[in-house]
C-alpha cells in the first residue's frame, strides 16, 4: 500500500478499506455532513481542502493542524499562513462527535481530514479516489514547521519546486494540487504586492492581465480592506474544474504562486499548465493520484500517535 515505504517503524501501511469492517458508517456520516455545511456555506468545500493540504504540509498527515492551544500545546493555527485564514474546524468537530458516537476510538482526525478532502471535491464536481485511510493522530504540534513549511503566495516558481520537493512531491505534484485553487477564495493581503509594488517598485505585476488587474485594484486597495476576499478562480469559483488552468494562460491566475507555474521560467511546469488548461481529464487524474501522494505524507502507524476522541486536543 502507497504509505508503506516512506515510514519507519510502523508495522502496517494506509489501506483504503481500513474502516469497512470497523466503521462501515464512516463514509455516509461525513458524507451526509459534509453535504448540510456546503450548503450553507459553498465555500467549505475548499475550506476543508486546504485544511487537509495545510496538515500534510507540518508534520505529515496527523491532524496537528486541529490542536487548539494548551498547557503543552502552541497551536499552528496561529501560524503565519492559518491565522485568520483556516476555516472549516467546527465542520471536522462534527464530523467527528457523530463518529465517537456510532464507533468510538475508531477514525482519527488526520483521516477525516483526508476523507473531507475528497468528498469536498467530488461534491465540488472533481474526480473521486479512494484514500489509504489508517493515519493516526499526533501528540504534537509545530508552529515553527507551519511557519516555514507552507509555501507563500508570493513565491517564486524555484521556491515552491524546493517546497514540493521537501516533502516528496515533484513538479507534476506542485502543478496539479495547484489547481485546489479552482476553487475558494484568497485575501486581499496575500496578493496586494502584485498589484502595487511586485519588485518593491511601485510598478504592478507585468504578467497580469489589464482588465484583470483594474477589476481586482477595486476589490484590494493600496491601503485598508486586507481581509477582502476574491475567487481565486472567478471563472468558476465552486466548481472544481480545469478553469484555473485556462486563466492562468490569460494572465488571470490571482496568486503569484499561481501565475508562476505559467511564467516563472521552468519550462516543465509551464507545460504542465498548458496540458491541464487543454485536457481536463488528464487533470483529474493527476490530481487524484497527487492528492492520495499528499495524502501519504509521514502517516503515524502502528502504535504511534493515538486516535483523538476531540480533534483539538490530546486525549
Ligand atoms: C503551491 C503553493 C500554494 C500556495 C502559495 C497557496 C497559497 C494560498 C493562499 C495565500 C490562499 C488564500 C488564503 C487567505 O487569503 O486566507 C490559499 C487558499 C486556498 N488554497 Fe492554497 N496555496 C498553495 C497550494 C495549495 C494546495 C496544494 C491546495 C490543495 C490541494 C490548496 C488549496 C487551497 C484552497 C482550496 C484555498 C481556498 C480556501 C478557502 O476559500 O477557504 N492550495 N492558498
Ligand atoms: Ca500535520
Given at each position: 500500500f502507497p504509505g508503506t515505504g516512506r515510514v519507519g517503524g510502523g508495522v502496517l501501511g494506509l489501506n483504503p478499506e481500513l474502516y469497512r469492517l470497523s466503521c462501515p458508517q464512516a463514509n455516509e456520516i461525513i458524507m451526509s455532513v459534509l453535504e448540510n455545511a456546503i450548503a450553507k456555506d459553498s465555500r467549505m468545500a475548499a475550506s476543508l481542502l486546504r485544511l487537509h493540504f495545510h496538515d500534510c504540509f507540518v508534520q505529515g498527515c496527523d491532524a496537528s493542524v486541529l490542536l487548539d492551544d494548551s498547557k503543552t500545546i502552541v497551536s499552528e493555527k496561529n501560524s503565519g499562513p492559518n491565522k485568520n485564514s483556516l476555516r472549516g474546524f467546527e465542520v471536522i468537530d462534527e464530523i467527528?462527535?457523530?463518529?465517537?458516537?456510532?464507533?468510538?476510538?475508531?477514525?482519527?482526525?488526520?483521516?477525516?481530514?483526508?476523507?473531507?478532502?475528497?468528498?469536498?471535491?467530488?461534491?465540488?464536481?472533481?474526480?473521486?479516489?479512494?484514500?489509504?485511510?489508517?493515519?493516526?493522530?499526533?501528540?504534537?504540534?509545530?508552529?515553527?514547521?507551519?511557519?516555514?513549511?507552507?509555501?507563500?503566495?508570493?513565491?517564486?516558481?524555484?521556491?515552491?519546486?524546493?517546497?514540493?520537493?521537501?516533502?516528496?512531491?515533484?513538479?507534476?505534484?506542485?502543478?496539479?494540487?495547484?489547481?485546489?485553487?479552482?476553487?475558494?477564495?484568497a485575501r486581499c493581503v496575500t496578493y496586494r504586492q502584485r498589484l502595487y509594488s511586485q519588485n518593491g517598485n511601485n510598478q504592478p505585476d507585468l504578467t497580469l492581465e489589464r482588465n484583470y488587474y483594474n477589476g481586482l485594484k477595486t476589490v484590494?486597495?493600496?491601503?485598508?480592506?486586507?481581509?477582502?476576499?476574491?475567487?481565486?478562480?472567478?471563472?468558476?469559483?465552486?466548481?472544481?474544474?480545469?478553469?484555473?488552468?485556462?486563466?492562468?494562460?490569460?494572465?488571470?491566475?490571482?496568486?503569484?504562486?499561481?501565475?508562476?507555474?505559467?511564467?516563472?521560467?521552468?519550462?516543465?511546469?509551464?507545460?504542465?499548465?498548458?496540458?491541464?488548461?487543454?485536457?481536463?481529464?488528464?487533470?483529474?487524474?493527476?490530481?487524484?493520484?497527487?492528492?492520495?501522494?499528499?495524502?501519504?505524507?509521514?502517516?503515524?502507524?502502528?502504535?504511534?500517535?493515538?486516535?483523538?476522541?476531540?480533534?483539538?486536543?490530546?486525549?
Open positions: 467527528k462527535s457523530k463518529l465517537e458516537q456510532v464507533c468510538p476510538n475508531t477514525v482519527s482526525c488526520a483521516d477525516i481530514l483526508a476523507l473531507s478532502a475528497r468528498d469536498s471535491i467530488e461534491l465540488s464536481g472533481g474526480p473521486h479516489w479512494e484514500v489509504p485511510l489508517g493515519r493516526r493522530d499526533s501528540r504534537t504540534a509545530s508552529i515553527k514547521k507551519a511557519n516555514t513549511h507552507l509555501p507563500a503566495p508570493n513565491s517564486t516558481i524555484q521556491t515552491l519546486i524546493n517546497q514540493f520537493r521537501r516533502q516528496g512531491l515533484d513538479e507534476q505534484d506542485l502543478v496539479a494540487l495547484s489547481g485546489g485553487h479552482s476553487i475558494g477564495v484590494c486597495p493600496k491601503v485598508g480592506g486586507d481581509n477582502n476576499v476574491t475567487p481565486l478562480d472567478f471563472s468558476s469559483p465552486v466548481k472544481f474544474d480545469n478553469k484555473y488552468f485556462k486563466l492562468l494562460l490569460w494572465g488571470k491566475g490571482l496568486l503569484n504562486s499561481d501565475q508562476v507555474l505559467l511564467t516563472g521560467k521552468a519550462r516543465k511546469t509551464a507545460e504542465l499548465v498548458r496540458n491541464y488548461a487543454e485536457n481536463e481529464g488528464l487533470f483529474f487524474h493527476q490530481f487524484a493520484k497527487s492528492m492520495v501522494k499528499m495524502g501519504n505524507i509521514s502517516p503515524l502507524l502502528g502504535s504511534k500517535g493515538e486516535i483523538r476522541k476531540n480533534c483539538r486536543r490530546l486525549n
